[in-house]
């Protein structure tokens, strides 16, 4: 059983500070990776993908990829309450034969205080 | 930008219904998924799609059926609704091969 780990939090850090979200993976052939930020009662928003080793950056998120570790990582710096929300993590092969699957997380709700 | 709806923010059906969820996208995408979201088991895939009238199971199909007759459009069918289908259903395409973005979603209530 493929199997996407995160802590379900809540993370609670102050406004201006930088949120740290962690991922393991159990799956030793996953190539893709991927970070959505769910609202509540809204549908899951791709915010970063990474593929390689290393860290990815995109404005104020940076993403970080350990692939012998097997763990994923999304930092946001000068978190802002508009960032509160549940962040998921996703896996996935790449294409083996039709499609691409993902591996998904249980997600780790963020919450940014005043 | 990628675009992708869904036919109803919001739906209450009563157990034994036949329900048709249906998802559009605009993109000429070859994948599209159905995925279900409850609270403490995340999202599981139900059904995709790789090409027109071509589709594969997922990891929870009992109870589902899909229909794939143009490309733009995946139709989820829930044969006869039951209260343990009751759920938030997200539709999903598949952008570069990798990248999979999501339709507003249908919280769907079986009574």
Redesign the interface.
Known sequence: QKEVEQNSGPLSVPEGAIASLNCTYSDRGSQSFFWYRQYSGKSPELIMSIYSNGDKEDGRFTAQLNKASQYVSLLIRDSQPSDSATYLCAAGRGHTGTASKLTFGTGTRLQVTL | DVKVTQSSRYLVKRTGEKVFLECVQDMDHE?M?WYRQDP????R?IY?S?DVK?K?K?DIPEGYSVSREKKERFSLILESASTNQTSMY?CAT?VD?????????TRLTVT
């Open positions: 994948n998924f403490g088991l995340g999202l895939l995709f790789y071509m594969e997922g997200l598949e091969g990798y990248e999979q973005y999501f339709g507003p979603g």
